[in-house]
């Protein structure tokens, strides 16, 4: 019977040569296995080796928050190349992490790829193909005619180029072979089964393993307890014990940078809704109220880190928590995403899948609606997620959101209009901009596009900027205003406040008062149609009656 051995992070370490190209499942502070990632460090420290690693995470690995991931691994000569979803981030006030030192200072090559794409990677490099072709990513920062995903000056134009197939364009992501994958889960019997009933979820870890065990690398997997071999339901084993070479115990695993366990995380309870706190009532609790009136209930709608996540707290208040079922690339289905730095998890969920199989919906436009946040936005309609000049390491990185936006049937954007210090006050139901933020998020042209507002059009996406003051429409024609907040001077406070020029719906509304209102809206959602073919048939049935 197959028998992995236990090991302390610092002797699994040793199984990481110099050279070698190293996996990681994680997203940020959910399912990290820092225990091992930090005896690599060491190991480091000690030996100065192993030397030249590529380091791999289809999500982050770590935050500002006290899983250091990634950064156990971010010193010059032991990282030469990593390629990720997304990064650590962090308050600009905080000194930002080592990663993202050595990247602006030009001391390790760097990729910021698609989430989703990632994970494809890995089940190609597990068939033993050569990559991934796909249209996620064209006309963004990942294009090699834009950028490659390349983060510094260093990095080489490489892993990913234009392919033409049928006299359509396609971006070729090339399969990157792990030497070997550091995953994480709850528990590993004897044998290496490993079950993750604690884990708010499995994330990429089948995949991952998959991918090193078929290519004659090692599987380590970071594990809060050690159970007798043959103990564990084998339906709840999620990675088998035949791709497991080293087990190493880490029981003070947290099961999220802020929590150390709560099982209305994992799907084992379900808490009541009444311990979720009401959103306080701020200009970024209005947007996402604007945001929540283009859903209607019964929708798969997906969601992203920021504003925009607020609106789920905001469906809650308003007594309609089951009225859209969220999906959220770290793999729950239902129930409520949590926010800021816990954000990937959900209260209750329904469901809790495999990140790579979330993307399959995702990128496959298998939902109704996607909201997510901006930095900027520019003439183009073309959204900018992930890059802003000298403040790299604020921002996380694209993630799931080139993979979400490449398919989404319709899109709502949310942010504010402008950036930096500012005095806007809520008052009798209307706005009052007092002093106004001195930069503005309209720009003429995005530092960097991580979405295509031109290919938004010809896909014939929706798309809409809701902002506190002004809701904007992308069309043929250009960025359209078609409404603006009560108490908002439409020259003064939108026109004059873009870098370039908008133009103005003929029929330009004004925004409820009752979003500037403390009090709930009773917010009403119309309801999804049936499937076509299940209103057919029940026609068909009541005629027949």
Not at 131 to 144: A, Q, R, W, Y
Not at 513 to 535: A, D, K, T, W, Y
Request: aromatic content about 6%; overall charge negative; hydrophobic content about 40%.
């Amino acid at each position: 019977m197959h028998t992995p051995r236990v090991l302390t992070p610092r002797q699994a370490a040793d199984l990481v040569h110099d050279g070698d190209v190293i996996t990681v499942s994680s997203s940020s502070g959910l399912g990290c296995p820092d225990a091992v990632l930090a005896g690599l460090g060491q190991r480091y420290e000690e030996s100065n080796s192993p030397a030249g690693l590529t380091s791999v995470h289809p999500i982050a690995a770590g935050d500002m928050w006290g899983i250091k991931g990634i950064d156990h691994l971010a010193r010059p000569g032991l990282l030469a190349r990593v390629v990720a979803g997304s990064y650590p981030s962090g308050p600009s006030s905080a000194e930002p992490p080592r990663i993202w030192q050595m990247i602006e200072n030009n001391e390790v090559e760097a990729y910021n790829l698609p989430s989703g794409i990632l994970y494809q990677l890995h089940r190609a490099a597990a068939a033993k193909q050569p990559g991934v072709l796909s249209k996620v990513g064209l006309d963004t920062f990942v294009d090699p005619r834009i950028g490659a995903g390349r983060m510094n000056a260093i990095t080489p134009d490489a892993i990913v180029r234009v392919h033409e197939l049928d006299g359509q364009e396609w971006l070729f992501y090339e399969t990157l072979v792990p030497n070997v994958a550091i995953i994480r889960a709850t528990t590993a019997d004897t044998h290496g089964n490993l079950t993750f009933e604690e884990e708010a979820s499995p994330l990429g870890a089948l995949d991952l393993a998959y991918a090193a065990h078929n290519n004659d690398g090692v599987v380590v997997a970071q594990v809060k307890y050690l159970a007798e071999g043959g103990s564990l339901d084998p339906r709840s084993v999620r990675v088998p014990g035949v791709l497991v070479d080293a087990l190493v115990l880490a029981p003070e695993q947290l099961q999220t940078t802020q929590t150390q366990y709560d099982p209305a995380l994992s799907g084992e309870l379900r808490r009541p809704l009444s311990t979720i706190e009401p959103v306080p009532f701020t200009l970024e609790k209005i947007m996402a109220r604007r945001a929540a009136a283009e859903l209607q209930a019964g929708e798969i709608a997906n969601l992203g880190f920021g504003v925009s996540a607020l609106v789920p707290h905001v469906l809650v208040e308003e007594g309609l928590a089951d009225a859209v079922t969220w999906v959220i690339e770290q793999g729950p289905v239902g129930g409520v995403p949590l926010l800021d730095f816990v954000f990937g998890v959900a209260q209750n969920p329904d469901a809790i899948m495999q990140s790579p199989d979330q993307f399959t919906l995702l990128q496959g436009g298998g939902f109704e609606h996607s909201l997510l946040s901006f930095l900027e936005i520019d003439q183009h309609g073309n959204v900018n997620v992930h890059s802003l000049p000298k403040r790299r390491h604020v921002t996380a990185g694209v993630g799931g959101f080139v993979d979400i936006t490449s398919s989404a049937p319709s899109i709502v954007f949310v942010g504010s209009f402008t950036a930096g210090r500012r005095d806007i006050a809520i008052e009798g139901g209307r706005l009052d901009i007092r002093a106004d933020g001195p930069h503005t998020k309209f720009v003429k042209e995005v530092d960097s596009p991580t979405f295509s507002g031109q290919r938004a059009l010809a896909n014939g996406q929706k798309v809409l900027y809701v902002t506190e003051r002004a809701v904007l429409e992308l069309r043929p024609e250009g960025l359209t205003v078609t409404e603006i907040a009560p108490g908002v001077d439409l020259r003064r406070d939108v026109l004059n406040k873009s870098e370039f020029e908008l133009l103005v719906d003929p029929n330009l509304k004004t925004m409820s008062g009752e979003l500037f209102s403390p009090q709930l809206q009773n917010l009403q959602l119309l309801p999804l149609p049936e499937h076509p073919r299940v209103q057919a048939l029940h026609t068909r049935r009541t005629r027949q009656d």
